[in-house]
Nanobody
Framework: QVQLVESGGGLVQPGGSLRLSCAAS????????MGWFRQAPGKEREFVAS????????DYADSVKGRFAVSRDNAKNTVYLQMNSLKPDDTAVYYC???????????WGQGTQVTVSS
């Protein structure tokens, strides 16, 4: 199994920045890709960004392109989500998740709340 723990959420004003972290432990050698997802109140969970563990290639939802950046530190088994130019619509619980080459995202963290409000 893979255990994932997110941190770094909080309250930020519109236009501000936050950096989320996701620390992985356990069978991290099985991780192929790490993803960030979010779920706002009354809405379905949606994809935000992902990064391939081996080569760092990334993928983003259109709604966050140019504002968010995902990165990883292999030595620390940690993935980051740098969020800039935050908008009220970015308010949500943010989750990180991992997948193998043979599965969908099957391990999830507990989530961290991000609130963008003045």
């Amino acid at each position: 199994q893979v255990q994932l723990v997110e941190s770094g959420g909080g309250l930020v004003q519109p236009g501000g920045s936050l950096r989320l972290s996701c620390a992985a432990s356990g069978r991290t050698f099985s991780v192929y890709r790490m993803g960030w997802f979010r779920q706002a109140p009354g809405k379905e969970r949606e994809f935000v960004a992902s990064i391939k563990w081996s080569d760092g290639s990334t993928d983003y939802a259109d709604s966050v392109k140019g504002r968010f950046a995902v990165s990883r530190d292999n030595a620390k088994n940690t993935v980051y989500l740098q969020m800039n130019s935050l908008k009220p619509d970015d308010t949500a619980v943010y989750y990180c998740a991992s997948r193998t080459p043979y599965t969908n995202y099957n391990y999830w963290g507990q989530g961290t709340q991000v609130t963008v409000s003045s």
